[in-house]
């Protein structure tokens, strides 16, 4: 499946889940599923609309929920694993009130590592209710003062999900010794690529299955919860991958209803 991009879009259908996330979409009558980029998505597990509760006190998951977790849950989901940041570690997320940002933020949080993100200062006190600890105020200061105002002795990792390759070099050197520097928007160019200094990747999307069954553990067991910016009927799936939908809130994912 195409990675996720800033305009990712998932949309759902009686009881049915299609995520969606490229430019140029399309539908397939045949298939029920979405064409992205010329290729036809995947169409997720049959979720209940019921609110039930299921064994061991767990919910079924909504199907503007299921929709909403692949790719950028996975994404972030795969991301944190592989930076191996240690529990009470410091993490900063460049970019927490999109996808893959709000996601990144609440795993995290779940493993108890200190989050610093970036956000809006409009934003702030909702990130801050993701499970970030300091919220950098985007525009207030450069980064990277910022980042050793807040953490002088550096911080454990960082995701980049923004893709400034400007911002992501000033603030690499915050990154500790045998640290971590992951950009799931590539903007790591190949200096960075070869520091041997710290661990760093231009993050690509692996091991699919297992990331979206252990998203949906931690989603039915209400450890995280996917951010939903706008529910749009399919009919506005050019206008909201053009960003053309004003959001208020987060951005999180928008979901597409097919009726």
């Given at each position: 499946?195409?990675r996720?991009?800033?305009?990712?879009v998932?949309?759902?259908?009686?009881?049915?889940?299609?995520?969606?996330?490229a430019?140029?979409?399309?539908?397939?009558q045949?298939?029920?599923?979405?064409?992205l980029?010329?290729?036809?998505?995947?169409?997720?597990?049959?979720?209940?609309?019921?609110?039930?509760?299921?064994?061991h006190?767990h919910?079924?998951?909504?199907?503007?929920?299921?929709?909403a977790?692949?790719?950028?849950?996975?994404?972030?989901?795969?991301a944190?694993?592989?930076?191996?940041?240690?529990e009470?570690g410091?993490?900063?997320?460049?970019g927490?009130?999109?996808?893959?940002?709000?996601?990144?933020?609440?795993?995290?949080?779940?493993?108890?590592?200190?989050?610093?993100a970036?956000?809006?200062?409009q934003?702030?006190e909702?990130?801050r209710?993701?499970?970030?600890?300091?919220?950098?105020?985007?525009?207030?200061?450069?980064?990277?003062?910022?980042?050793?105002?807040?953490?002088?002795e550096?911080?454990?990792?960082?995701?980049?999900?923004?893709?400034?390759?400007?911002?992501?070099?000033?603030v690499?050197?915050?990154?500790?010794y045998g640290?971590a520097?992951?950009?799931?928007?590539?903007s790591?160019?190949?200096?960075?690529l070869?520091?041997?200094?710290?661990?760093?990747?231009?993050?690509?999307?692996?091991?699919?299955?297992?990331r979206l069954?252990?998203?949906t553990?931690?989603?039915?067991a209400?450890?995280?919860?996917?951010?939903?910016?706008?529910?749009?009927?399919?009919?506005?799936?050019?206008?909201?991958?053009?960003?053309?939908?004003?959001?208020?809130?987060?951005?999180?994912?928008?979901?597409?209803?097919?009726?």
């Open positions: 499946m195409p996720a991009s800033a305009t990712a998932a949309a759902h259908q009686r009881g049915h889940a299609t995520a969606a996330g430019l140029r979409p399309g539908y397939d045949r298939s029920g599923r979405a064409v980029d010329g290729n036809v998505g995947h169409r997720l597990p049959r979720v209940s609309r019921s609110d039930r509760p299921r064994e006190g919910r079924r998951a909504e199907s503007h929920v299921a929709a977790l692949p790719t950028s849950g996975m994404t972030a989901l795969g944190i694993d592989h930076m191996q940041v240690p009470g410091a993490l900063l997320v460049i927490a009130t999109g996808g893959v940002g709000t996601f990144a933020v609440q795993v995290a949080a779940a493993r108890g590592i200190r989050v610093i970036t956000a809006s200062a934003l702030a909702q990130v209710g993701l499970g970030a600890v300091e919220i950098v105020v985007r525009g207030a200061e450069p980064l990277d003062q910022a980042l050793r105002s807040l953490t002088p550096g911080v454990d990792a960082i995701l980049d999900v923004v893709g400034d390759h400007s911002v992501t070099r000033s690499a050197s915050a990154v500790r640290g520097l992951f950009s799931t928007a590539f790591l160019d190949e200096q960075l070869a520091d041997e200094r710290i661990r760093t990747a231009n993050y690509r999307l692996d091991r699919k299955p297992e069954a252990e998203l553990r931690l989603v039915t209400g450890t995280i919860r996917p951010v939903t910016g706008a529910k749009l009927p399919l009919e506005e799936a050019p206008r909201a991958l053009a960003g053309g939908i004003e959001v208020t809130g987060l951005r999180g994912k928008t979901v597409l209803q097919v009726r």
